[in-house]
């Protein structure tokens, strides 16, 4: 990787992180991605699957993410025992605006600031 594209990353990171959105490791990052960025449906074993970690450490990814809103388990209808992670409107926002850092562009107001938090 160049010093111009570490350059960049780094000053997305500094922007991401004076914005005021919530704070998200890596892995949970990944996780989002992977959820909107890959086709479904999802499960906690094929992503587990998918970066190369524990069902348990996508579980604890999960409920941080569930937490904020940003993705939510929904059951299978067709059988009961599978669990399904499945996207929101929050998520996609959050992606949205998290696009607007790694491109430069200006983010009107963080999410976390229209919340009130």
Do not use: C
């Not at 937490?67 to 209808?77: A, C, H, K, N, V």
């Amino acid at each position: 990787m160049s010093h111009q594209s570490l350059a960049s990353w780094k000053n997305t990171l500094i922007d991401y992180v004076r914005s005021g959105e919530p704070d998200l490791t890596n892995r949970q990052m990944a996780l989002l991605l992977l959820v909107y960025l890959d086709p479904g449906p999802h499960t906690v074993r094929g992503l587990a699957r998918a970066l190369n970690v524990s069902k348990p450490v996508v579980t604890r990814a999960l409920n941080r993410l569930g937490s904020l809103g940003y993705l939510r388990r929904q059951r299978d209808e067709t059988d009961k025992r599978n669990i399904f992670v499945a996207r929101t409107a929050e998520g996609a926002e959050f992606l949205a605006e998290f696009g607007h850092f790694l491109t430069g562009g200006d983010v009107a107001e963080p999410a976390a600031l229209r919340a009130g938090a």
